[in-house]
């Protein structure tokens, strides 16, 4: 006896269903958790804990009113625009047209630099950066050579080395997406504007780059999303001080929760930033629909 | 790249632009080096350090270099069961997740359904949020459910976080084996589930491969997952425990935190380098990254 269609097609789909599980026991789960959680105070430990009670907006009301919040969101805008959309995004882009240009052996050699900065652990990309920042670290032995000021870097301007390391740590990856879209790029309509007469620099504005515009969309996505979620570099390099001056939201989320255990509270940053990665989220896979026929 | 450079030179070798370009030139060369050894300076440290038994912040190089950094963080307690752990958790996880990604997977590249399409985007989707974000969320549901500390749940959500691109990749690499081979086994009586398993499978055991290690990478370098649910230090995995010999010894032992880093990195490059060498990088990344 052979089955209705739909119940068929049904049991077909039956090996999609473990993938399916995990992602709503995991993934959807702590979401939909995030935004109730966020209306209570649940706290990390005490009777808060065990046995949290509502409280409304109180949460989001006191999120609007501390002055850490609206200074972490403009430094995880300063972060993620600084370290990714321009610096990872243009260096990544240098790097694969200048590969292009250079010796072989010379665009292999710097490439697995590059490429190494990113395939290490984060942790120990973290560490690397921040003795390379520190009091008496590498950055300052050079510019010791050079015979200018030394720096506390972690101190006075922890911003701009959180974001020079990100930039060290991710740029690999913009690298490797733009050096496959230009591979990609037939070297006929270049050589075909060189014949009218355009220069380099033209011919890379006006011909390259529009060419490979969908992988600059999908890069800068990707990045930025990469980028809005960075903790660990933040964390071992300067824990989001001092005074609250690295705090971007990935470590106030997580300062808030554990350190000052007031989960509820934390929960709504939390759930400010998964927005935030929605939206960006959303965009990106319009943009990946709109490129795929 | 050399062989079809090569032609293309041969080819070409009558125009100016086509030349100058294969021969490379000398400022790009010299911006190149100048970029990439801003990028070596940190590393550099790393393993200077490490092989430095009095080693500072400071870039120099070793008075005397040895191994005694290495000596020194390689006991069982420090090194080794940290490390145990990471593989435990780290294949656990790949196993996991190639399990689940090819169940997925495979209705999903061999049956055509309106389905398919929004299914696909609402994983890519979950690849989009911040998992950090998530971990306070995560931590108050394990604490709800009791599995805080506990290694199988860790392992299960460290699977779910890689699981959406898993699922990409391996549809991918499934879509390149061609239905005509499983046609003739289901002729032979043979079930769906029967011929994944001995046909389609082997054929794309080198696309699983590269799937199971960019999840193991992954899920080796990851510090804040563990860092937030596994509390004991029985459990924990060599990026934590690193994190804690760093907050006790750190300020005095940077040469044995350089070692034990250079320790635990060593088994991700390898596996970068195997994924790199065989399947080309760019390759692996546009199956993850184009769909």
């Known amino acids: 006896m052979q089955p209705p269609v739909t119940a068929r097609q049904l049991l077909r789909y039956l090996p999609v269903l473990p993938a399916v599980l995990l992602l709503l026991v995991f993934l959807a789960g702590p979401v939909l958790w995030a935004f109730q959680a966020s209306l209570t105070d649940a706290g990390l430990t005490g ?47 240098a790097l694969a047209v200048l590969m292009r240009r250079a010796r072989p052996a010379v665009s292999a ?51 701009m080395a959180v974001m020079l390391a990100n930039v060290w740590r991710g740029t690999a990856f913009s690298m490797l997406v733009y050096r496959a879209a230009l591979n990609e790029v037939p070297a006929e309509v270049s050589e075909a504007a060189q014949v009218d007469g355009a220069h380099g620099w033209q011919r890379f504005a006006f011909i390259t780059l529009p060419m490979i515009r969908g992988s600059i969309a999908t890069n800068l996505m990707l990045i930025t999303l990469q980028t809005l979620a960075v903790f660990t570099l933040v964390w071992v390099m300067t824990a989001g ?31 400010v930033l998964i927005l935030i990665g929605a939206v960006f989220g959303l965009v990106y896979i319009r943009l990946l629909r709109e490129t795929r026929p | 790249m050399t062989v079809p450079a090569q032609a293309s030179r041969v080819l070409r070798s009558g125009r100016n632009a086509a030349k100058r370009r294969r021969a490379g ?38 008075d005397r270099a040895g191994l005694e ?41 061999r049956y055509r359904s309106r389905f398919n399409q929004p299914f696909l985007y609402t994983v890519l989707f979950g690849t989009c949020l911040p998992i950090t974000a998530i971990m306070v969320p995560v931590y108050g549901l394990f604490v709800q459910f009791e599995l805080l500390d506990s290694m199988p749940a860790t ?26 081979l499983e046609e003739a086994a289901w002729v032979d009586g043979a079930s769906r589930m029967t011929a994944l398993r001995t046909i389609v499978l082997p054929l794309m055991r080198q696309g699983l491969g590269v799937v199971f290690i960019f999840v193991f990478i992954q899920a080796w370098g990851n510090f804040f997952v563990p860092f937030v649910l596994l509390l004991s230090e029985a459990r924990q995995p060599a990026a934590v425990s ?24 060593l088994p991700v490059l390898f596996l970068y380098v195997i994924v790199a060498r065989g399947a080309g990088s760019s390759f692996a990344l546009s199956g993850a990254v184009r769909g």
């Open chain 1, 109 to 159: 050699a710097v490439g697995t630099t590059v490429v190494a900065a990113w395939v290490l652990p984060e942790i120990v990309a973290a560490f690397a950066a921040y003795a390379y920042f520190s009091g008496d670290g590498t950055l300052n032995q050079l510019l010791g050579r050079l015979g200018l000021a030394r720096q506390d870097w972690l101190y006075a301007f922890p911003m």
């Open chain 2, 155 to 180: 392992i299960f959500f460290m699977a779910t976080t890689t699981l959406p691109m898993a699922i990409w990749m391996t549809r991918n690499f499934m879509a390149g084996v061609p239905v005509s």
């Open chain 1, 241 to 271: 001080g001092p005074a609250n001056a690295s705090t971007t939201l990935p470590v106030l989320a997580y300062l808030e929760a554990f350190k000052f255990g007031d989960i509820g509270y934390g929960t709504a940053v939390a759930s």
């Open chain 2, 25 to 62: 030139s000398t400022p790009a060369d010299l911006v190149l080096l100048l970029i990439g050894a801003c990028f070596l300076l940190p590393l550099l440290w790393l393993i200077l350090a490490s092989l430095d038994a009095e080693a500072g912040h400071e870039l120099k190089l070793p």
């Open chain 2, 242 to 265: 690193i994190f804690s010999f760093f907050g006790q010894h750190g300020a005095v032992a940077y040469g044995q935190l350089a070692a034990f880093s250079i320790l635990y990195s």
């Open chain 2, 69 to 109: 950094n290495f000596a020194a963080v390689l006991t069982p307690e420090l090194l080794l069961r940290p490390l145990w752990n990471s593989l435990v958790l780290s294949g656990g996880t790949a196993a996991v997740t190639v399990v689940a990604a090819v169940l997925a997977a495979y209705p999903l590249s």
């Open chain 1, 47 to 93: 009777r808060s804990a065990r046995n949290p009670s509502w409280v409304g907006l109180e949460n989001y009301q006191r999120l609007f009113a501390d002055p850490v919040f609206p200074l972490s969101v403009l430094l995880t805008v300063v972060f993620v625009a600084g370290s990714a959309v321009v610096g990872q995004n243009l260096l990544g882009l």
